[in-house]
């Protein structure tokens, strides 16, 4: 069974920066593709960004790209999310998630491929 754990959440003013983590509980981490998508009020859940099991690919949504970077360290089972220059439209609850699949691209970008997913972790960013 997966078990993915997010923190790193907060309340924050526009402009600073935060950090997301995510801790797996899975016997080999780097067969998982990960991801973090997210979901704003009163919106749907969009995707924000997502890595290869080695860390060798990576994808960001537009929104996002410059901002925030996804990295992850296989030796702790744990993925990240660097968010820089934060805006008010980026508050959300952040989830991640972990899939084994993979596309002719790199790892999923839609939500309808992954697996497994965290409880989310709240990031409310005020201007």
């Known amino acids: 069974q997966v078990q993915l754990v997010e923190s790193g959440g907060g309340l924050v003013q526009a402009g600073v920066s935060l950090r997301l983590s995510c801790a797996a509980s899975?016997?080999?981490?780097?067969?998982?593709?990960m991801a973090w998508f997210r979901r704003a009020p009163g919106k749907e859940r969009e995707f924000v960004a997502a890595?290869?099991?080695?860390?060798?690919?990576?994808d960001s949504a537009d929104s996002v790209k410059g901002r925030f970077t996804i990295s992850r360290d296989n030796r702790k089972n744990t993925v990240y999310l660097q968010m820089n220059s934060l805006k008010p439209e980026d508050t959300a609850v952040y989830y991640c998630?972990?899939?084994?699949?993979?596309?002719?691209?790199?790892?999923?970008?839609?939500?309808?491929?992954?697996?497994?997913w965290g409880q989310g972790t709240q990031v409310t960013v005020s201007s």
């Open positions: 899975v016997p080999t981490f780097s067969r998982y593709n």
């Open positions: 890595i290869s099991g080695t860390g060798g690919v990576t």
């Open positions: 998630a972990a899939t084994v699949k993979l596309t002719p691209r790199g790892p999923p970008l839609s939500s309808k491929s992954y697996d497994y």
